[in-house]
């Protein structure tokens, strides 16, 4: 079975800060990867994802994620923090075969002014 | 495009009542999902449709939970009678749905459940 473990449920950073938020995934067969953020009292709003096509996924809001199978990781970068980015994030894995997501706990990340 | 919607947005019930959870996916979105996100975890699946009929139901408790989608477009989640360990988002999802590709879900506000 799939399964993704996220490093540190909370991060605080400054505006204008890079933020780095890990993801390490388990799967015995070629995963599809995901990152959702989650603004408060709303649903998953999907940034990116990985479906064997470029390494290197740019998404939304000015997101980005690369994915190392060698670290089997998806670590979830930002060049320069925003307050707007406030929110919970969750990375999600999923087999290629069943479309099935498995959720991480998340991490809160938090934006100093 | 409207999105799924979801109804009502709050609820709170005592323990050993009955609640249920109203989901309106995208319009022809034929696979719809239901999530329970506890507090401080990820969304976990409850249970999934592809049109009418149920694809996964493996994690629903099913001696209190129960779901349905009745024409393959609304559905709905009952849970009868709660415990105070079903306080959680209940979060909609749904997807064009389809065995060959990965289609992207859409998720709704979700409806947030306090058992008392």
């Known amino acids: 079975a799939q399964s993704v473990t996220q490093l540190g449920s909370h991060v605080s950073v400054s505006e204008g800060a890079l933020v780095l938020l890990r993801c390490n995934y388990s799967?015995?067969?070629?995963?599809?990867l995901f990152w959702y953020v989650q603004y408060p009292n709303q649903g998953l709003q999907l940034l990116l994802k990985y479906t064997s096509a470029a390494t290197l996924v740019k998404g939304i809001n000015g997101f980005e994620a690369e994915f190392k199978k060698s670290e089997t990781s998806f670590h979830l970068t930002k060049p320069s923090a925003h307050m707007s980015d406030a929110a919970e994030y969750f990375c999600?894995?999923?087999?290629?075969?069943?479309?099935?997501?498995?959720f991480g706990a998340g991490t809160t990340v938090t934006v100093r002014a | 495009e409207a999105g799924v919607a979801q109804s009502p947005r709050y609820k709170i019930i005592e323990k050993r009542q009955s609640v249920a959870f109203w989901c309106n996916p995208i319009s022809g979105h034929a696979t719809l999902y239901w999530y329970q996100q506890i507090l401080g975890q990820g969304p976990k699946l409850l249970i999934q449709f592809q049109n009418n009929g149920v694809v996964d139901d493996s994690q629903l408790p099913k001696d209190r939970f129960s779901a349905e989608r009745l024409k393959g477009v609304d559905s709905t989640l009952k849970i009868q009678p709660a415990k105070l360990e079903d306080s959680a988002v209940y979060l909609c999802a749904s997807s064009l749905g389809g065995e060959s590709t990965y289609n992207e879900q859409f998720f709704g506000p979700g409806t947030r459940l306090t058992v008392l």
């Open positions: 799967s015995s067969v070629p995963p599809y």
């Open positions: 999600a894995v999923t087999l290629s075969n069943d479309y099935k997501l498995s």
